[in-house]
């Protein structure tokens, strides 16, 4: 976002704008997964948010290998460097029930 561009909306509000996107793609993966894309696209907009993936001097994991690549690829376009898909965790929660 260039520095004369207007701000948006605040990151708490944006966040919960992408919370209730993704409680949608949970009820119904269809349509509403636009919607999901659509809300992390605006948090990933937010300077403020780029800033706490950019890793620190001296360490952290985003700094090392394998995780540096894609902290690099985010940070040079947010947007682009999202999942094309779901993504299944072991943890569940996943529209099917597991």
Do not use: C, K, N
């Amino acid at each position: 976002m260039p520095a004369s561009a207007a701000p948006g909306p605040p990151l708490p509000t944006l966040i919960a704008r992408m919370r209730e996107a993704l409680e949608r793609v949970m009820r119904d993966p269809g349509p509403a997964l636009d919607g999901l894309h659509d809300a992390l696209a605006d948090v990933l907009a937010v300077p403020a948010f780029a800033q706490g993936l950019v890793p620190r001097l001296g360490g952290g994991w985003r700094g090392r290998a394998p995780y540096l690549a894609q902290t690099e690829r985010i940070l040079r376009d947010p947007v682009g460097a999202l999942p094309h898909h779901p993504l299944v965790l072991h943890r569940g929660g996943y529209p099917d029930g597991a």
